[in-house]
């Protein structure tokens, strides 16, 4: 003999029910503005995350170009300094020669 579960059945008919009542909701006018007044806030949310994107990358470049700019110009003056260096080196060099040639020669 077949045993029905009450339990079991109207467990199921209320799931049937709730199912049926729920996509009834989700098709009203009231639901459907409620979607749109969410979506309208996604976007506007959207908007401001890009303002905020398009600020901060403008902001990154002009920090990476002013780093450039300190680079080039450490890299300037380090580059007269190595000049500024070697001519001293000659210049220390030919003040030696100068000195040797003049203790070679007899002064008369």
Not at 7 to 31: H, N, P, Q, R, Y
Not at 65 to 92: F, G, H, S, T
């Amino acid at each position: 003999m077949l045993k029905l579960n009450w339990k079991k059945m109207g467990i199921f008919a209320g799931g049937v029910l709730f199912g049926t009542a729920g996509i009834a909701i989700l098709k009203s006018e009231d639901a459907k503005r409620l979607y749109t007044h969410v979506t309208a806030a996604v976007k506007r949310g959207s908007d401001s995350v890009m303002q905020t994107y398009t600020t901060l990358r403008e902001n990154c470049g002009d920090i990476n170009a002013d780093a450039d700019d300190i680079n080039e110009e450490r890299a300037q003056k380090k580059a007269a300094q190595k000049l500024a260096d070697a001519q001293a080196v000659i210049e220390e060099y030919e003040a030696r020669m100068q000195a040797e040639s003049e203790a070679e020669t007899p002064e008369e």
